[in-house]
């Protein structure tokens, strides 16, 4: 089949897994835990995907043009049996196989994930104050644990890790000099994420959003930085380095500096909705074609009709309108 496209030209190229909605932190801007708590509804297990079902969507997609794909959450490690999911998918050809976790499992989980095939990982960090760390996560998780699961990691062969910092004003903006600090010649790439309105429980608002622009300002101020080409079409960060050799970091800037236009992904929800944009609404149901006898001739003219239909910018034309607008919580899309 042809390189599919959509209707502004964007070729399919990401697939984002969410393997659960559920998560062990019920962080404040992603599953705040005054609606994320025991009155809830999670999706059953029963309406998960199986991992059966979960490999023979990524084969497809894989066969449309996709290249790599991210399992996601809620928090995937806490998906029984991950491995073997991440060693069923290692075997599809040419795919770049990483994983996005909040690094409370990962000193327990690394190990056997590395050897399951996973390619990359990517850890969610924002901040290193223990005391910042827990107000963030809501459930008293201590930061070195997840210090300790990053360093197992690394231990285990993951080089470099991703770290994930979204920074939010009034809350973490000062620890954005010691993460950078942290992280400087570690051989990991610290990546700063502006605040975005995905779902409506967090409370989101523009004033609390820090722009890239702020944030690079920062950093440059104390570590001098210089800016390097994307890895490819459509990645998302900005890339800079620090001019003494001190690493690479980089700024997703769904904000202040979207990057609609370059936009190659697709995410499949853990109850197998496919959805074209992190801020969606609704998504398409792949699980009804999956259960009810569908073949893959037939999944998969139904995705590539998805996709070239596909027109998504939001965060091109974020408004006080747009953002009002209902939009699935990121907990369940997969961030």
């Not at 965060?315 to 699935?328: G, L, N, Y």
Request: charged content about 25%; some cysteine; overall charge neutral.
């Amino acid at each position: 089949m042809d390189q599919l496209t959509d209707r502004l030209n964007r070729n399919l190229r990401d697939l984002r897994i969410s393997l659960t909605d559920r998560c062990n932190f019920r962080c404040t801007y992603c599953m705040p835990k005054e609606i994320f708590n025991h009155e809830y509804h999670f999706i059953p297990h029963e309406e998960l995907l199986t991992f059966e079902e979960i490999e023979r969507l990524a084969r497809i997609l894989v066969a449309l043009g996709v290249k790599k794909i991210r399992l996601t959450g809620g928090e995937p490690l806490l998906r029984r049996q991950v491995e073997r999911l991440v060693n069923m998918l290692s075997r599809i050809n040419n795919i770049d196989l990483t994983m996005t976790t909040n690094g409370a499992l990962l000193s327990q989980k690394a190990g056997a994930l590395k050897e399951a095939g996973l390619t990359r990982i990517s850890v969610s960090l924002d901040s290193l104050d223990n005391d910042v760390f827990k107000w963030l996560n809501s459930v008293d998780f201590p930061v070195e644990q997840v210090l300790d699961g990053i360093e197992t990691a690394e231990n285990t062969g993951f080089s470099p890790i991703k770290i994930n910092m979204v920074v939010i004003r009034g809350i973490n903006k000062d620890d954005i000099l010691p993460m950078a600090q942290k992280f400087r010649n570690s051989g990991h790439i610290l990546r700063f994420i502006e605040y975005m309105d995905v779902g409506v429980s967090n409370g989101w608002r523009l004033d609390e959003v820090v722009p890239a622009t702020e944030i690079l300002r920062i950093v440059n101020s104390r570590f001098p930085l210089e800016p390097l080409p994307p890895n490819y079409d459509g990645e998302v960060a900005r890339r800079w380095r620090y001019r003494d050799g001190g690493g690479e970091i980089g700024f997703i800037t769904s904000v202040t500096q979207p990057f609609c236009q370059s936009c190659t992904r697709l995410r499949l929800s853990a109850d197998g909705k496919l959805y074209t944009c992190l801020f969606a609404s609704q998504g398409y149901d792949l699980r009804k074609l999956l259960r009810s006898g569908s073949t893959d001739v037939e999944i998969t003219a139904a995705i590539a009709k998805i996709w070239q239909q596909r027109d998504d910018r939001y965060s091109e034309v974020r408004s006080a309108e747009t953002t009002d607008f209902p939009k699935i919580e990121m907990s369940y899309i997969g961030g």
